[in-house]
Each structure stands twice: as C-alpha cells, then as structure tokens.
C-alpha cells in the first residue's frame, strides 16, 4: 500500500499535513522511435477504415486521454458501439485487453481486432496494405522503421510501439505533491473504502474481472444500431441465445462459466479526471456518482463481489475520496503528462486523404 501506515497513523495523530510519498511510474518501455513515430500517423488515419470515415483518434482522442468522452463509443457507418471507450493511458503494460478482457496476448492482436471487427473500422487489411502502398509517405516511413515496404503485419507493429508510449506522467500522486485533501481521500482509498484491493499497483487496477453490479445501460438495447452490434459480438463469441439476450455478460464470454456472468475488468484509475463518463458502458457521469455507487456497496446483483458492502462515508470523506482520485490525473495534456510532448499530438486526422499532397 502507498504509504498507509504512516498515513494512516498520522490521521490518527490528528496531523493537518498526512505523510505522503510519490508512486513510482512503470519505466517507459523500449520503444523504436521510427516506428513508434509511423504508428502515430497510422493512428490518425482514416485509411485504416473500410469506408475511410475513422481512424482510431476518431474514437480514442489525445485531450480527453484517449477515450471519446461518451457514454457509449462510435462505431462503423451504420452501426454503434455497445460499450464505453477505455482510456490508452498504459495500455502497453497490461495484459489483458477491452472491457471483457478477451484478447490477452499482446496489442497487436488487439490492434488487428479493432481494425477489422465489421462494427468498428471494417477494413479488410488487404486493402488497408494496397492503399499505404500508394502514399509515398508511407514508403519512406516503414522503411526507416525497418519494416521494409508497407505491409499488416508492420503497420500493426507501428501502431503497438505507438501505444506504448502513451504513459501517465506528472499527476500528483507521481510527484508527492497531493493536497491535505487527497492525503485524506488516500487513507479512506486504502482503509475504510478498501478501494486498493483492486485498483492496486501504479496503474490502479489489478486487470481482473469482477461483478460489481453496474446497471445495464438501456441504451444498448433501444437503439437499433447499438443493438446491432451487440447482437453480432455475442453470435461471434457463442452466446446462446443472443437475440433475447438484454445483458451485458462481460468476462463470462472468456468461459461460459455462469459465476463469471456480468463481471468486467477492474480499469484503470490513472487520468480519471479526462475519461468521463465512467463504467464500462459509460452509465455514470461523474466521479461523485462513481463513489456513492460503491459507498452503497455496489449495485444489485447477486453474482456481485462478496467484499462490496455499504461504506457508510459521510459526505466530507467522500469529497476527499474524489479528492484522491483527481490526483492520480496528470494536470495537462498540453504538459508532460505522457511520454508524448505537445507537439506530438498536435496531430490531424487524415480524412481528405486523397487530397493530402504526398
């Protein structure tokens, strides 16, 4: 635990100034610029679509730390997505991917599932390869990258070394300097809400799936477009029964096993302050709807986690609780709260891409 015992005892001492100590970061991972700078371009792209209308910035957007700030994401013409768009904040140190956590070897893989997925870019690679070919850009790019001429396989490679540099830098709890308040949330994150025992680490999850008894958002089920894509995810990962289905089975889909119905990843904490709404299907608003809901002791369902009980916060604690969560956000994403620099990300999708002069 982050200095908990101090904390903790100097809480109890009455102290107005808790004991505090800085969370080291993961080391930035070894990444080759050249490529890493290729994927960037890749990133911003709409070529990288079937009918060239997104490119992964479209929904993962720098300024709100790589979400879209929805409730429920964009999907491909004609469809919609049925989930909330997760940050890429340290996306490149987890190991397991999305929501339901069904793709766990490496992001390439996920990368591949997001490109080709028909309700999300839609892009048969064949002709993704055929029109990187075309830009001389590209060319030039994949070489220095030592990829040799544009191909799948290395564009997915560019865009995983991208990924990896999208790292949490400079929030507070990185650099020791969390206000009295934060302090206070901190003790209550560790003790009496007992949050860490699954937001833990320096990235504040555990990567585990858990059943915490998040409403099901209507949403998914009244729009003929998100339902849509719901029903085709569940018919490709074998869920009986899927045109009835009024449920989000989450991880369950991993096993089939029944305890493991409606149980989703633990996320991230790290750069909350950008990624709202919250949940895996974006059903609250804010950070303050985020901590009654757990202050409550989850929602109803009875798969939900024995260890959720009602808190009994009093609202003083739960001010310093959010308090706590503000700080584990780096203060700007026009500072250097990633790897990445200001100017890196002053970066245009590339959507009139057959007017773009090469």
């Not at 964009?74 to 469809?79: E, L, P, S």
């Not at 940050?87 to 766990?104: E, F, I, K, Q, V």
């Not at 206000?179 to 555990?206: L, M, P, Y």
Request: proline letters at 5%.
């Amino acid at each position: 635990m982050i200095m908990r015992t101090l904390a903790l005892t100097a809480l109890l001492m009455g102290s107005s100034a808790l004991a505090q100590e800085a969370v080291t970061p993961e080391p930035p991972l070894d990444v080759n610029p050249a490529r890493a700078e290729l994927g960037k371009r890749l990133f911003y792209d709409t070529r990288l679509s079937g009918d060239a209308s997104l490119a992964c910035a479209s929904c993962h957007q720098p300024g709100k730390a790589f979400t879209d700030g929805q409730a429920l994401s964009d999907a491909y013409t004609g469809a919609a997505h049925f989930r909330n768009t997760p940050t890429l904040a340290n996306t490149g140190y987890r190991d397991a991917w999305l929501h339901d956590g069904r793709l766990g070897t490496n992001l390439n893989d996920v990368t591949r599932e997001m490109i080709t997925e028909t309700y999300l870019m839609n892009m048969d690679m064949r002709i993704m390869q055929d029109r990187l070919k075309q830009d001389p850009v590209y060319v030039e790019m994949f070489a220095a990258a030592g990829l040799g001429e544009p191909s799948n396989g290395g564009a997915r490679n560019a865009l995983q070394a991208f990924q990896q540099t999208i790292q949490s830098r400079n929030a507070p709890i990185d650099t020791g300097t969390l206000s009295a308040a934060a302090q206070r949330g901190q003790v209550i994150f560790e003790g009496k809400a007992n949050c860490a025992s699954c937001h833990s680490g320096s990235r504040f999850t555990d990567d585990q799936p858990y059943n915490t008894g998040v409403a099901n958002n209507p949403d998914i089920w009244s729009d003929p477009q998100r339902h849509s894509a719901f029903v085709t995810y569940a018919k490709f990962m074998g869920v009986e029964d899927y045109m009835n289905l009024r449920e989000d089975l989450g991880a369950y889909i991993r096993t089939h096993q029944q305890d493991k119905r409606r149980t989703f990843l633990t996320p991230t904490l790290r750069e909350l302050t950008y990624t709202a709404p919250y949940m895996h299907n974006g059903i609250m608003a804010t950070l303050e709807e985020v901590v009654d809901f757990y202050d409550a002791g989850g929602g109803a369902d009875p798969l939900k986690d024995s260890r959720l009980k009602p808190l009994g916060l009093v609202p003083s604690e739960k001010a310093d609780l959010v308090a706590f969560l503000e700080s584990l956000s780096g203060e700007s994403f026009d500072t250097d709260a990633y790897v990445w620099r200001e100017d890196d990300y002053d970066y245009q999708l590339i959507e009139n891409w057959r007017d773009v002069p090469n």
